[in-house]
């Protein structure tokens, strides 16, 4: 069974800072990953998708990398901004099912 | 309607009751999901539709029901709601699963049960 962790569950960084969110999965047997953002009482906003065949995706300044052997992925953001602020999963995407991680809730310090 | 709709957006039931949450999608995905959402173990499919006609079990499809008569709608029943299924409940779509296409999420249902 897969499973997807997201370490750590908590971040706090000051604004400007670049910073690096992990994801790791058991399951190497992965058609995608996706990387999700979840503001406050919201629904869930898909920021990137790598397929299995790709190395990153990169959208403004969110960037996603994917190492299928090791089972990781990490999401890179630069220059952190305050409106940054929020929960980001990962989600893996094997067999018709979806599974997320729990999420690192990012909290960018003004 | 642009995206995903999700109707009512929270709710308090009583045990025992029927309830059925309504998902409607305008953007002619053919991929549906139903999710719950609770704190600590994160979010986790219940049941889903690969296309109009046919559904499939998630991870934890107990207690609910769904049907997909048409392409845009995909509702959730909770046949005998009890208090293990207050949770978060988020429908989602994508255009055919294993696309590569991302899923969109609408905006979620709270859902209450006492």
């Known amino acids: 069974k897969q499973e997807v962790t997201q370490i750590p569950a908590a971040l706090s960084v000051p604004e400007g800072e670049n910073l690096v969110l992990n994801c790791s999965f058991t399951?190497?047997?992965?058609?995608?990953l996706q990387w999700f953002r979840q503001d406050p009482g919201k629904g869930l906003t898909s920021l990137l998708l790598?397929?299995?065949?790709?190395r990153e995706q990169t959208s403004g300044r969110l960037n996603a990398s994917l190492d299928k052997s090791s089972g990781r992925s990490t999401l890179y953001i630069a220059a952190s901004q305050p409106g940054d602020s929020a929960t980001y999963l990962c989600?893996?995407?094997?067999?018709?099912?979806?599974?997320f991680g729990k999420g690192t809730r990012l909290h960018i310090l003004p | 309607i642009a995206g995903i709709t999700q109707a009512p957006t929270s709710q308090i039931l009583a045990a025992g009751r029927r309830m059925t949450l309504r998902c409607t999608q305008d953007?002619?995905?053919?991929?549906m999901y139903w999710y719950r959402q609770d704190l600590g173990l994160g979010l986790r499919l219940i049941h889903y539709s690969n296309t109009a006609g046919t559904t499939g079990k998630g991870e934890v499809p107990d207690g609910y029901s769904v049907s997909r008569a048409n392409t845009d709608d995909f509702p959730l029943t909770l046949a005998s709601a009890v208090p293990s299924q207050t949770s978060v409940y988020f429908c989602a779509s994508t255009i055919e699963d294993r696309d590569n296409q991302p899923q969109h999420f609408g905006d979620g249902t709270r859902l209450s049960i006492l």
């Open positions: 790598i397929q299995s065949s790709q």
């Open positions: 989600a893996t995407n094997r067999d018709d099912k979806i599974i």
């Open positions: 399951d190497s047997a992965i058609y995608n």
């Open positions: 953007m002619r995905h053919n991929a």
